[in-house]
């Protein structure tokens, strides 16, 4: 399939040069979008923006002044420093951007400090902390240089910001919430550790010169004026639209489609500007501390990129795994919260062993207890995403395809499984919980045999309900072999994806029973967490992180022995760890576009530092599993 430049170029540019995949997809939501073959620049803009301990205190202060004081200004942006205005760049020099951002940290990078020092300022109209001075010029430095640079490299104008460089907390404000505002604001600890980052980001144009509303239920057209609103879209609202209208209906432009038309207000809400905007490149603002004795910091932290599933967003994709949660390239900095508990180890190192206290009579001393040479393994959990769907391969009409009208399986294509288990509402309960092709089983083997060659020894498996993950994790057994020892599945509803993606419908899951009786290895006496009737259709992405949060702390204090492997779908590579990082859950949209990196039998590896009480991602020990797709060969062409 061909595109026409212009539209390559201005669907790479809003993904952020991410993925092709990624930018065929927005091509193909935006077909209708009245501006796809206009010549309209995104504009774009540089933050300095804090992560770690300070950017979580940053972010909840943020949420609190919402629910306690209602809106203010600075609720249409994330916490940030403005470096600069926004410019707009041609999208057939994007690259060249992100060129010109790259060598301004070659440049500079040398003279960035360890850390940003803040100072407390409140007015009337205005609460906020202020860079100090010394580290407020080295980022005037780096964004003037970023505007010699964006010249240099494509003749791209970049304006630096004038002002003195702050981060605002709040301002437009009620007089009457001044107080409560600046006790929150109190509550800030300004000290916290912080990783900071220069971004680089972008928007449609369109959003500058609107209010952006967040999409909270679905709506049908029913009229062709009428736009289709899809939950966690964002709709482009032009400011005197709400003057206009008198009956609660407005016209707006969906931020994943582009189309225009009138909708129900009241089926959205006031969001952030900023959360319809594209990351194009992070690059670190603070440089890691020195010194101190040989550790391995080489984990790195996720830098957020600016919904749908991986399932959802499209069909047979295989991609490498390399870089899913975290970038050597685009991240060259350490884990903040391990740097945190590891400056406190090197302040008692470089110190030097504290003195013994002084004698004055003779004492009688225990024997030393003996000390065991091998230091203890750290505990990991492995999250797996299950193998290729039968649903995805051949599409929904596999079920008409393959079952007779008595019910009765027919296999139609080699990929297809030789047999299907006998549940429940079959054949149709298998259209919202579809089985695993026979190169899904290959593939969860081949990963469990992966994980044996290298040493990966299990005692826990748990799986979503879901059938396709329950296959996967026996098969991923299977290929483990003795190195998963007489392990059973462990079915737990709490590590089914997000909600969102079910469309406000829950699939009807096999039970116990009819899994065991498809030979399945699951484990009957184990009680799971929460129950299907637990779930909140209306989950929002928050709610997503922390029901997946839960269940890990759950299992790992249930099981604070060995090391375990949670099979599930593409979401819960980043919902079953991240929270366990001390990160704070993503935004809707940007959780999306990193789920839908993530392939089949995609896996990443948490490590626990049990002496400083973190976890953290690592290298996964096994390799990664990638291969070409084999489309469907007719044998008729051959009589053409």
């Keep these: 399939m061909g595109f026409p430049k212009l539209r390559v170029e201005k669907a790479l540019a809003a993904t952020g040069h991410q993925d092709v995949q990624l930018a065929s997809d927005w091509l193909l939501n935006h077909c209708n979008d009245p501006t796809l073959d206009q010549h309209i620049p995104r504009e774009y803009i540089l933050y300095a923006v804090a992560v770690g301990p300070l950017g979580e205190a940053l972010d909840e202060f943020w949420n609190q002044s919402l629910a306690r004081c209602g809106r203010n200004g600075a609720h249409t942006l994330l916490p940030h420093v403005t470096l600069c205005q926004f410019f707009p760049v041609p999208d057939s020099k994007v690259e060249d951007i992100t060129q010109a951002l790259q060598a301004t940290s070659d440049i500079c990078s040398k003279d960035a400090p360890e850390s940003i020092t803040l100072e407390r300022y409140s007015s009337p109209n205005f609460i906020g902390l202020f860079i100090e001075d010394s580290h407020a010029e080295y980022m005037r430095k780096f964004t003037q240089e970023f505007a010699t640079q964006a010249f240099k490299h494509g003749g791209n104008k970049v304006e630096p910001h004038k002002k003195q460089l702050h981060l605002t907390l709040a301002y437009q404000f009620h007089a009457v919430h001044h107080d409560m505002l600046a006790e929150l604001s109190d509550k800030i600890d300004i000290n916290a550790t912080a990783r900071w980052e220069f971004r680089l980001y972008s928007r449609d144009p369109r959003s500058g010169k609107a209010e952006v509303l967040r999409v909270l239920y679905a709506h049908t057209p029913r009229a062709d004026d009428e736009l289709e609103l899809v939950p966690d879209d964002y709709v482009f609202l032009p400011s005197n639209e709400v003057h206009n209208s008198s009956d609660g209906w407005f016209k707006g432009t969906s931020y994943l489609t582009g189309c225009q038309g009138v909708f129900p207000g009241n089926y959205t809400e006031k969001a952030p500007e900023s959360d319809t905007w594209t990351v194009h490149r992070s690059i670190p603002l603070t440089r890691s501390r020195g010194g101190g004795p040989d550790v391995n910091l080489n984990q790195k932290v996720p830098t957020p990129p600016p919904p749908e599933g991986a399932d959802e967003a499209g069909s047979i994709r295989y991609k490498n795994t390399a870089g899913l949660l975290t970038s050597e390239k685009d991240h060259q900095y350490d884990n903040i919260v391990r740097l945190q508990k590891m400056s406190q180890m090197r302040a008692t190192i470089n110190n030097g062993p504290v003195a013994k206290p002084e004698v004055t009579a003779e004492v009688s001393l225990p024997d030393p207890a003996p000390v065991d040479p091998v230091p203890k393994k750290p505990r990991r959990i492995y999250v797996i995403r299950h193998a290729e769907r039968v649903d995805i391969s051949f599409g929904q009409q596999w079920i008409q395809h393959c079952f007779d009208s008595s019910g009765k399986y027919q296999r139609k294509n080699l990929n297809m499984p030789k047999r299907v288990?006998?549940?429940?509402?079959?054949?149709?309960?298998?259209?919202?919980?579809?089985?695993?092709?026979?190169?899904?089983?290959?593939?969860?083997?081949?990963?469990?045999?992966?994980?044996?060659?290298?040493?990966?020894?299990?005692?826990?498996?748990?799986?979503?309900?879901?059938?396709?993950?329950?296959?996967?994790?026996?098969?991923?057994?299977?290929?483990?072999?003795?190195?998963?020892?007489?392990?059973?599945?462990?079915?737990?509803?709490s590590i089914y994806e997000w909600l969102a993606w079910s469309r406000g419908v829950l699939p009807k899951w096999m039970t116990l029973a009819e899994l065991t009786k498809f030979?399945?290895?699951?484990?009957?006496?184990?009680?799971?967490l929460i129950k299907s009737t637990d779930l909140n259709l209306q989950e929002s992405c928050q709610m997503y992180y922390k029901r997946s949060d839960a269940f890990v702390k759950h299992i790992l204090k249930e099981y604070p022995e060995g090391?375990?492997?949670?099979?599930?779908?593409?979401?819960?590579?980043?919902?079953?760890?991240?929270?366990?990082?001390?990160?704070?859950?993503?935004?809707?949209?940007?959780?999306?576009?990193?789920?839908?990196?993530?392939?089949?039998?995609?896996?990443?590896?948490?490590e626990e530092y049990a002496d400083l009480s973190i976890w953290d991602l690592v290298q996964p020990p096994f390799a990664t599993l990638t291969h070409a797709p084999n489309g469907r060969f007719d044998w008729r062409i051959m009589q053409q």
């Design 421 to 493: 288990p006998h549940r429940t509402g079959s054949p149709g309960t298998f259209n919202r919980d579809s089985p695993i092709t026979e190169m899904g089983q290959f593939q969860a083997r081949l990963t469990g045999d992966a994980m044996k060659e290298s040493g990966v020894r299990i005692t826990h498996v748990f799986s979503s309900p879901a059938l396709r993950c329950v296959q996967t994790a026996h098969a991923l057994i299977k290929g483990l072999d003795s190195a998963a020892p007489n392990v059973k599945i462990h079915i737990d509803t």
């Design 519 to 528: 030979n399945l290895n699951v484990d009957p006496t184990y009680k799971e």
């Design 563 to 606: 090391d375990i492997v949670i099979v599930g779908h593409a979401s819960s590579l980043d919902g079953c760890t991240r929270c366990l990082q001390g990160l704070s859950a993503r935004q809707a949209v940007e959780f999306s576009k990193i789920v839908q990196k993530v392939p089949y039998c995609g896996a990443v590896t948490i």
